[in-house]
């Protein structure tokens, strides 16, 4: 998870993501505030990242991918598999 989670994010953004687990670890910041800075940092990034995530909470405290960001990570996709193969077929698909 952290190799993925490394390969997603800046340099300063995967520094400051260890920087809020030792907080966690060394009891100086709540699961709550965990929750809000990691779920605020994972936004627009790729659901698994949040998913993955999951797997160190509590099931109460469990992020749930929103909506929006499980649909750009779908454009994404879409538009890195037939960009360079076909480059019509994004524009002609959303028109």
Do not use: C, W
């Amino acid at each position: 998870y952290l190799h993925e989670l490394e390969a997603n994010l800046t340099h300063a953004k995967f520094s400051e993501f260890l920087a809020i687990l030792e907080d966690f670890k060394y009891n100086r910041l709540s699961t709550e505030v965990v929750v809000q800075r990691v779920q605020a940092m994972l936004s627009g990034k790729p659901p698994s990242l949040v998913t993955g995530f999951n797997i160190f909470l509590p099931i109460d405290y469990h992020i749930k991918p929103q909506r929006f960001d499980v649909a750009m990570s779908l454009v994404k996709k879409i538009r890195k598999r037939f960009e360079a193969t076909d480059p019509g077929v994004l524009s002609s698909f959303v028109d």
